[in-house]
């Protein structure tokens, strides 16, 4: 098994680096896709876009398309990393890929012609850092048991958003603060958007360094593994059909909640990516302060995600997962009723104390739910189902925005998802409570 020890203090210095790597992957997607790219794309490079369709309505679309592609590949990633000596190997490709497409978003002027160049880089940055979370959470079951995997998953999740907190503060301190021509502690001129550029290298960077411990303790862990057969594409395709056929025969309930899971995560995933577009163009917060609502959001989800981890592994996972969706669509409905930046604060700080809980949660019940020896599988089909869900939350936000002709229709788009993801999980059969005694 990769990652486990019997040396408590190996264990520790393992479960660490696994929460490292979250770290660091939280934190780009917090800098590229929630705050500071996206934001920068939809509100100064997609400036002047001529046309009806309005830069979120096309952000909106790419990563509609976006899903589609991880849809097709998390299957076949799941099968080759099955094999605990390939999750190391399929780690380091999609982590590497992450950092070179988020170094090359420097390249993004401020200007309505790298609009599609930018939103292909964006598209391809969330593809690749999802389908790395298949190999990187399989590896939870080698670091946890069932008393555990609740505290442990908790651990990465809240450290992700940790890592959020520290990044988006040293970006809004270094490179966004300001309003003259020169922005941050560091000078970097504002002037076809260099600051924010420069801010795609420095997040490009803080991966790839945070990334390095998993990897290397990956490679050591593996050394005495026995290798796997390994299927080629269309054997993959096949396994995958035949691992669905099987967890149906085995437990339809596993089935029933790949697909619940994969509706209301994609509502959490539609609130990230759109939340801080939403913010600037409908709620009137300042590009600059979206960056400090992003510190104080990551502050608050992470807390949620150790909090909802200890509550899950005494309460159970379906009943905290439950009650946190149900909190988050009264507040979203909220929120659609309200204008203005304070509003916006109280309601989006709210939703993000929901969200944490909501993702420890659901990967710990996965696991929960999964075979012995079948967690790579198992964790590629929650990351297709998740993806093939995708389309769903930016379909129905741009399609409420060009429905209804304002921005503000798309935050009725994502409730809707998270009401029908709700409505999926209430009927899921969670798995019995083991005694923490």
């Not at 934190?27 to 997609?46: D, H, K, R």
């Not at 690749?128 to 908790?154: F, H, W």
């Not at 992470?302 to 009650?323: E, F, H, M, T, Y």
């Not at 409420?400 to 809707?416: E, Q, V």
Request: hydrophobic share 55%.
């Amino acid at each position: 098994m990769i990652l486990r020890s019997t040396e408590p203090l190996t264990s520790r210095s393992r479960v660490l680096a696994w929460a490292l790597w979250d770290c660091g992957a939280t934190g780009v997607n917090a800098v590229v896709i929630t705050f500071v790219f996206s934001v920068y794309l939809t509100e100064q490079v997609g400036s002047g876009l001529p046309g009806s369709t309005t830069p979120a309505s096309w952000l909106g679309k790419v990563m509609t398309v976006a899903g589609v592609v991880i849809a097709a590949l998390a299957p076949v990633t799941g099968v080759w990393v099955n094999d605990p000596k390939r999750r190391r190997t399929a780690l380091v490709v999609l982590t590497g890929m992450v950092v070179a497409l988020t170094a090359a978003m420097s390249l993004i002027r401020a200007d309505y012609h790298y609009l599609l160049p930018g939103l292909v880089l964006l598209a391809g940055t969330a593809a690749c850092s999802d389908l790395a979370t298949v190999p990187y959470n399989a590896m939870l079951s080698q670091l946890s048991t069932e008393k555990n995997s609740g505290r442990i998953s908790g651990l990465g999740s809240g450290a992700g958003f940790v890592g959020s907190v520290v990044l988006l503060l040293i970006v809004y301190v270094g490179f966004i603060a300001g309003d003259g021509d020169t922005r941050g502690l560091l000078g970097v001129a504002a002037a076809d958007g260099e600051n924010v550029r420069a801010a795609m290298v420095l997040a490009a960077a803080w991966f790839a360094g945070l990334a390095c411990p998993l990897l290397l303790a990956a490679r050591g862990a593996t050394a005495s593994v026995e290798p796997r057969s390994t299927p080629g594409l269309l054997g993959a395709y096949v396994a995958v059909f035949n691992e669905v056929r099987n967890e149906w025969r085995r437990d339809r309930n596993v089935v029933y909640y790949l697909g619940a899971s994969a509706v209301f995560r994609d509502g959490l995933t539609g609130v990230f990516a759109f939340g801080a577009v939403l913010g600037v163009s409908v709620y009137g917060v300042s590009q600059a302060d979206v960056l400090v609502f992003g510190v104080c959001a990551s502050v608050i989800a992470a807390a949620g995600a150790v909090l909802g981890g200890l509550l899950d592994d005494r309460v159970g996972s379906k009943p905290l997962i439950i009650a946190a969706l149900v909190a988050m669509i009264a507040v979203g409905l909220v929120l659609l009723t309200q204008s203005g930046p304070l509003p916006f604060w109280i309601c989006g700080l709210l939703l993000c104390l929901c969200v944490g809980p909501i993702l420890a949660s659901a990967r710990a019940l996965m696991l929960r739910l999964s075979a012995e020896g079948k967690e790579g599988v198992t964790f590629g089909l929650y990351t297709m189902t998740g993806r093939a869900a995708s389309f769903l939350a930016p379909w129905l936000f741009f399609t409420f925005i060009d429905m209804f002709g304002s921005d503000r229709a798309g935050l009725g788009g994502l409730c809707t998802v998270l009401v029908l993801g709700l409505v999926l999980m209430l009927g899921v059969k969670a798995p019995a409570r083991t005694s923490l005694t």
